[in-house]
């Protein structure tokens, strides 16, 4: 089992910046990847990030590419997403998620999530 708690949200003006935590507990996070996905107003969950388990590999969504940074440290057992240039669109309820599966950019390929943290970014 691995529980996940996100921090870090909260609201911010268009243009500033906002950096995630997920803090992971239980076995083997060194041995996840680990994802950030986000669920916005009347939308359906989508991808946003993802970090595989060494940490040499990221994958973003086009729409965050060039403005999100995702991170881990496996020493800490967390993983972060440091989100800069946020605009409104980006308004919605991030989720960190773990996962054992080759695939990272789906929902699906994930075991574990946490409740979530508001990111509401004004215009």
């Known amino acids: 089992q691995v529980q996940l708690v996100e921090s870090g949200g909260g609201l911010v003006q268009a243009g500033g910046s906002l950096r995630l935590s997920c803090a992971a507990s239980g076995r083997a996070f060194s041995m996840r990847q680990m994802g950030w996905f986000r669920q916005g107003p009347g939308k359906e969950r989508e991808f946003v990030a993802a970090?595989?388990?060494?940490?040499?590999?990221?994958y973003y969504a086009d729409s965050v590419k060039g403005r999100f940074t995702i991170s881990r440290d496996n020493a800490k057992n967390t993983v972060s997403l440091q989100m800069n240039n946020l605009k409104p669109e980006d308004t919605a309820v991030y989720y960190c998620a773990a996962g054992s599966s080759i695939v990272v950019t789906m929902s699906m390929s994930y075991d574990y999530w946490g409740q979530g943290t508001q990111v509401t970014v004004s215009s």
């Open positions: 970090i595989r388990r060494s940490g040499g590999s990221t």
